[in-house]
């Protein structure tokens, strides 16, 4: 079965940095198309980056220059790096895969989100 | 940018009855529009993908419709665990991929 497991949500300041992970099983990271999403609390969903197969890398411009998306092959994780965090960071952060060839681009995996909270 | 809209905001349905959900986008995106349903306290679930196709395991009673910029999700015979949040997504314009607001759907 297929599965993603978030973790490395916490409580950060303003101006700090954290970094999120996502344990993927039943896939390989590194044969998939994969993405982060967030969720400010009450509200709806905001694509945030997305890494493909050949290592590529693009990021929603409210983030752009702050955080990076990796991935390890080995340890089958795909990682964001999160910098100079800001109160409107704060989200339930998802991992999910994009199904880039069944269906051309929809999120066919999540995860169950791992919470950041940035707040003084 | 592209921006995606969805109407209502909130729908109450009686169980058993059909309820319609609207989408729609700024710009085209031909058929490429997925649609999710958050229920509560978990993450989404792809219901439907390129605009139309049901996602595996997704009920019969859930379709989509549409092209371009105005799509449908049509719910027949609403049942208790159809109750949270539909958003439609846009993933027409690689590398961006854009949510819409969401549709809170309950039973009334």
């Known amino acids: 079965e297929m599965q993603l497991v978030e973790s490395g949500g916490g409580l950060v300041q303003p101006g700090g940095s954290l970094r999120l992970s996502c344990a993927a099983a039943g896939l390989a990271v590194s044969n998939n198309y994969m993405t982060w999403v967030r969720q400010a609390p009450g509200q709806g969903l905001e694509w945030v980056s997305v890494?493909?197969?050949?290592?590529?890398?693009y990021y929603a411009d409210s983030v752009k220059g702050r955080f990076t998306i990796t991935r390890d092959n080995y340890r089958n994780t795909l990682s964001l790096e999160m910098n100079n965090v800001r109160p409107e960071d704060t989200a339930l952060y998802f991992c999910?895969?994009?199904?880039?060839?069944?269906?051309?681009?929809?999120?066919?995996?999540w995860g169950q989100g791992t919470l950041v909270t940035v707040s003084s | 940018e592209i921006v995606m809209t969805q109407s209502p905001a909130t729908l109450s349905v009686s169980p058993g009855e059909s309820a319609t959900l609207s989408c729609r986008a700024s710009?085209?995106?031909?058929?490429?529009l997925a649609w999710y349903l958050q229920k509560p306290g978990q993450a989404p679930r792809l219901l439907i993908y390129y605009a139309s196709t049901r996602a595996t395991g997704v009920p019969a009673r859930f379709s989509g419709g549409g092209s371009g910029t105005d799509f449908t999700l049509t719910i027949s015979g609403l049942q208790s665990e159809d109750v949270g949040v539909y958003f439609c997504?846009?993933?027409?314009?690689?590398?961006?991929?854009?949510f819409g607001p969401g549709t809170k759907v309950d039973i009334k």
């Open positions: 997504q846009q993933y027409n314009y690689w590398p961006t991929f854009t």
């Open positions: 999910a895969r994009v199904d880039y060839s069944g269906s051309s681009g929809a999120f066919d995996l």
């Open positions: 890494i493909y197969t050949g290592g590529h890398t």
């Open positions: 710009q085209g995106v031909n058929t490429n």
